[in-house]
């Protein structure tokens, strides 16, 4: 059984503080996002964790391992370097979807994303030691096969764009309904989901289930560790397998 730990991360009164005193530009919104996406990899990166941007205002990270001193730790360093702060909820459960959900009805119980008395939340308790396992955390890390000769290097950008976001939205929408997962499109052509504990056969109908909504062929690589690191590492050495042995879903 898995146990993944999910913080949601969520900008405090944002869609007010882009619009106060006068609207701001778009192109500084957007450095702002991708500067705060980027520093808060880092830092959860550094603690074993990965962060996901979803949309930018709302981040979801794993964090397996992480505690509530590093997570106060990371609300300080954005403190200091940005304009804005960021409230964390955080949550374990065998579905990653459920830890989510707990973790996103604690945040909203303690107020609305947009109210400006709610400031710096920091809410959950992460895992104790003596509630973890090395084998809490499962990945999966799913890419499109022959990408480059598919799409890259005969369509034009915004077409090839098109196909892998379709790709990404079908695999995402299953995942999710079928197995309590959570996707996340992280470029290129890769899609990266935490998932509770599925088989060999449950990857190959998600698969399937892509190829037929939308004609776009992947392949998967999986693996189990204590963090999502750990985890994430040993996908990408299956992914490897399946790129050498021409296979759809490999285990490392």
Same mark, same amino acid.
């Given at each position: 059984?898995?146990?993944?730990?999910?913080?949601?991360?969520?900008?405090?009164?944002?869609?007010?503080?882009?619009?106060?005193?006068?609207?701001?530009?778009? $192109?500084?919104?957007?450095?702002?996002?991708?500067?705060?996406? !980027?520093?808060?990899?880092?830092?959860?990166?550094?603690?074993?964790?990965? /962060?996901?941007?979803?949309?930018?205002?709302?981040?979801? !990270?794993?964090?397996?391992?992480?505690?509530?001193?590093?997570?106060?730790?990371?609300?300080?360093?954005?403190?200091?370097?940005?304009?804005?702060? /960021?409230?964390?909820?955080?949550?374990? *459960?065998?579905?990653? *979807?459920?830890?989510?959900?707990?973790?996103?009805?604690?945040?909203?119980?303690?107020?609305? @994303?947009?109210?400006?008395?709610?400031?710096? @939340?920091?809410?959950? *308790?992460?895992?104790?030691?003596?509630?973890?396992?090395?084998?809490?955390?499962?990945? @999966?890390?799913?890419?499109?096969?022959?990408?480059?000769?598919?799409?890259?290097?005969?369509?034009? @950008?915004?077409?090839?764009?098109?196909?892998?976001?379709?790709?990404? !939205?079908?695999? #995402?929408?299953? #995942?999710?309904?079928?197995?309590?997962?959570?996707?996340?499109?992280?470029?290129?052509?890769?899609?990266?989901?935490?998932?509770? !504990? #599925?088989?060999?056969?449950?990857?190959?109908?998600?698969?399937?289930? $892509?190829?037929?909504?939308?004609?776009?062929?992947?392949?998967?690589?999986?693996?189990?560790?204590?963090?999502?690191?750990?985890?994430?590492?040993?996908?990408?050495?299956?992914?490897?397998?399946?790129?050498?042995?021409?296979? /759809?879903?490999?285990?490392?």
């Amino acid at each position: 059984m898995t146990n993944t730990q999910i913080t949601l991360v969520q900008l405090d009164n944002y869609g007010p503080w882009t619009v106060t005193p006068n609207p701001r530009r778009e $192109v500084d919104l957007q450095t702002l996002q991708s500067r705060l996406y !980027a520093d808060l990899s880092q830092l959860f990166g550094t603690r074993d964790g990965y /962060v996901f941007f979803t949309r930018f205002d709302n981040m979801v !990270a794993v964090t397996n391992g992480v505690d509530a001193e590093d997570h106060a730790r990371i609300q300080e360093s954005i403190r200091n370097r940005y304009p804005v702060t /960021v409230s964390l909820s955080t949550a374990a *459960a065998p579905s990653p *979807a459920d830890a989510l959900g707990h973790a996103t009805a604690r945040l909203q119980e303690e107020g609305s @994303a947009q109210d400006e008395s709610r400031t710096e @939340a920091l809410l959950g *308790a992460p895992l104790e030691d003596d509630e973890r396992s090395d084998d809490d955390v499962q990945i @999966a890390h799913f890419d499109v096969n022959d990408a480059t000769g598919e799409y890259t290097d005969e369509l034009d @950008a915004y077409s090839t764009f098109i196909h892998i976001e379709q790709a990404y !939205a079908s695999l #995402m929408r299953h #995942m999710h309904t079928a197995h309590d997962s959570l996707s996340f499109f992280v470029g290129g052509d890769n899609i990266i989901a935490v998932c509770p !504990a #599925m088989d060999d056969p449950a990857y190959r109908d998600a698969i399937d289930a $892509v190829r037929d909504d939308t004609g776009v062929d992947l392949k998967v690589g999986v693996a189990r560790g204590a963090t999502a690191h750990d985890a994430g590492m040993g996908a990408k050495h299956a992914l490897e397998v399946c790129r050498e042995e021409g296979t /759809v879903v490999e285990y490392d």
